[in-house]
């Protein structure tokens, strides 16, 4: 069983859009997955509650640190993905650090998103897991739009704060819209789709094969 956490300190940066979209690319994939709700909003859940049952199978459990609730792993589950609450920091995120092999960060081309980013990731680099290589970090742009100077910017600052970027997920209203029918990018595959799909692949190489290998952005903008 491979645990995959997505969490940043900041809100509204897609943790709970990255979430579901790579449950419902592993499921495709006939991975077993279970999607761990981890955020209070339980966005989550209502993603699960649409997805209709022709889809391949996501399953759901709520998991509130802190609270009496305890996750309860299918032990069989190829992957736990955890989608963590916004406002978590070096101290918060422990609990669900001791349950992960994969934290993805997602983040947003904007100088106060980086800022917060960055000092999320400092944070994290400082904790032993990581230094050890215990937990792989996967920073990645999210909501990106290539065209835009911040997103240039964006790279750069990763660049130099030897930070590479495993991929950037375009912005673009497939996922919303799909979302909202509990269903993603991966569920079909119109030619658009497939071009956002290549984006997500450094991602689910590393978490799947374990792929070190950054490729070239894929510019599906
Ligand atoms: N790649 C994308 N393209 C278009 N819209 C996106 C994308 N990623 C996220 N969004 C939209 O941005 C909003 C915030 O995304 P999401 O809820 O996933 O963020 P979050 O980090 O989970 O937020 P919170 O901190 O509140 O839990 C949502 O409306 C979502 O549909
Ligand atoms: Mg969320």
Redesign the pocket.
Known sequence: MKRVLVA?A?????????SVTLAAALSNKRQTVTLADA?P?A?ALQWIKRRSVYYPRVDYVSWRVGTAEKPIFVKKTDFVII?A??GIDKDLIQPYLRKCDFLVV?IVASVFDEAASRKFIIALQQIKKFRDAEIRLIPVG??VNLRRRETTLLCDFMKYNTLELKTM?????A??NL?RRGMSIFDVNTAENVKLQAQWRPILNEIMIGSNQNEPINPAN
Not at 10 to 18: A, D, E, F, N
Request: glycine residues 12%; charged residues 25%.
């Open positions: 940043n900041k809100g509204g940066v897609g943790k709970t859009l990255i955020d909003q966005s989608d609450p916004s997602p999210s909501r997920i375009s912005e673009r209203s996922y919303p979302a």
